[in-house]
């Protein structure tokens, strides 16, 4: 394009400064037009970038994943490793330790319970075969010194509180061993509280379960009202003493999902301090869409378990592989980056900026088309700033909010 003479410009050039102006006005002070995707890239590396629930324990457990190793995300069952971590920008995480969960008997917590320990000794065992590239930590300030020492922090947190059982002692036992957030429950119901996915049984939490939270806020660990039912977020916000996080949730109003918080639940958690860290999991971020073939396998499937106990302990491996095979024969079409930022836009518009982060249960089922594993993270960073978040803002996204309550968790702790 051939310049136009000086003179013929100056009307340009007022409109693009008053152009500037307003953007710089509306925008924020740190928005710079100009930026280039190599610096959203220096930027996203630059910064603290923290996972608040990633399942890969699952993944050392079952696949023998080697996490020094570069793995392909379409050819293993694998969403994190140090090189993908490396790549993707991201600095530290928050393996969660989950087990599954069976009867709730004696026998059967201590089962579990055992079961949740040999995951820790193998995810401890694991992170010291790499010295160099990883350490399992337990303050909120060790992610920062790791990260000037080019190092990945691995933070622990129990999903589901379900080995604990009814011994509150089992909380000073995790505490004991690196655990720094307790997912309440999972998908049923245990002794601590209901879940978002069962029938009410004590209307929120258990008498059991107040004292859980009692115990956690005493000894410094987060409170993660993820999965847990509505009366029990309500109940947990309003008992614990310090804010509580919601490690791996989105929005109701933007996916109407059981898993997912109303617009209520957080204003509630946003009130009190606390954090919403956002999931990358398909169903929670839109709804499935209407794909034939899968629907009707979907239909099938129903109708064969229709009446059937499905929780019992024969059923529920059954019920679990055979769905696990629709969703590899028939698998659905995945959400974008586009569409989960939309969750991040609707939460920061509601409660404000302060209380939103990334939890994004990789390698327990998260996929994007667009950041199907941890390496493709900086295209969230990349959609944040095409939206107009500032620097200030993402930083706040990607660990500022969710260290803020981690130091108020242990402060609270240290000063009872
Ligand atoms: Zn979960």
């Not at 036992?173 to 655990?179: D, P, S, V």
Request: net charge negative; glycine share 6%.
């Amino acid at each position: 394009m051939i310049n136009p003479p000086f003179f013929n410009r100056v009307p340009y050039l007022i409109l693009t400064s008053l152009f500037s102006i307003l953007l710089f006005t509306c925008v924020g002070p740190e928005v710079n037009t100009s930026v280039t995707d190599a610096d959203i890239l220096a930027f996203h590396h630059s910064i603290l970038t923290i996972d608040t629930h990633v399942d890969t324990p699952l993944r050392l457990k079952y696949e023998g994943i080697d996490l020094s190793q570069h793995h392909d995300p379409y050819e293993y069952n694998s969403k994190l490793d140090f090189p993908r971590m490396d790549e993707g920008g991201l600095d530290a995480v928050f393996f969660a330790i989950w087990t599954p969960q069976r009867a709730r008997t004696d026998s059967g917590h201590a089962a579990i319970k055992q079961q949740a320990i040999d995951i820790l000794d193998l995810t401890e065992a694991e992170i010291s075969r790499f010295p160099q590239s990883a350490e399992i930590v337990t303050r909120s300030q060790d992610a920062s010194r790791l990260q000037v020492a080019g190092k990945h922090a691995i933070y622990l947190g129990l999903e589901n509180g379900y080995p604990i059982g009814t011994d509150i002692n089992n909380v000073d036992l995790f505490y004991q061993r690196g655990i720094r957030y307790i997912t309440l429950c999972h998908m049923t119901n245990n002794e601590i509280c209901d879940s978002s996915n069962d029938t009410p049984e004590f209307g929120g939490l258990s008498p059991f379960g107040v004292e859980v939270i009692e115990r956690m806020n005493q000894l410094g660990m987060m409170v993660d009202i993820s999965h847990t039912s509505e009366a029990t977020v309500e109940q947990a916000v309003s008992l614990s003493r310090a804010p509580v996080i919601a490690s791996h949730s989105c929005s109701k109003a933007m996916c109407d999902n059981p898993r997912n918080l109303s617009d209520s639940l957080l204003t509630l958690i946003a009130a009190k301090g606390g954090v919403i860290q956002m999931c990358l999991l398909s169903d929670y971020i839109t709804p499935d869409p209407p794909q034939e073939a899968r629907d009707s396998a979907q239909t099938v499937l129903k109708q064969k378990w229709k009446g059937m106990d499905r929780r019992s302990d024969t059923n529920r491996e059954v019920y679990r592989l055979e769905w696990s095979d629709l969703n590899q024969n028939f698998p659905r079409k995945l959400p974008s980056v586009a569409d989960a930022v939309d969750h991040i836009d609707h939460m920061v518009e509601l409660v404000g900026i302060d209380h939103v982060g990334i939890g994004t249960d990789f390698d327990g089922g998260a996929a994007l088309s667009d950041c199907f594993d941890v390496s493709e993270l900086p295209n969230i960073t990349r959609e944040l700033f095409k939206r107009g978040y500032s620097k200030s803002d993402i930083r706040k996204i990607w660990s500022g909010n969710l260290m803020r309550v981690f130091t108020r968790v242990e402060q609270l702790a240290e000063t009872q």
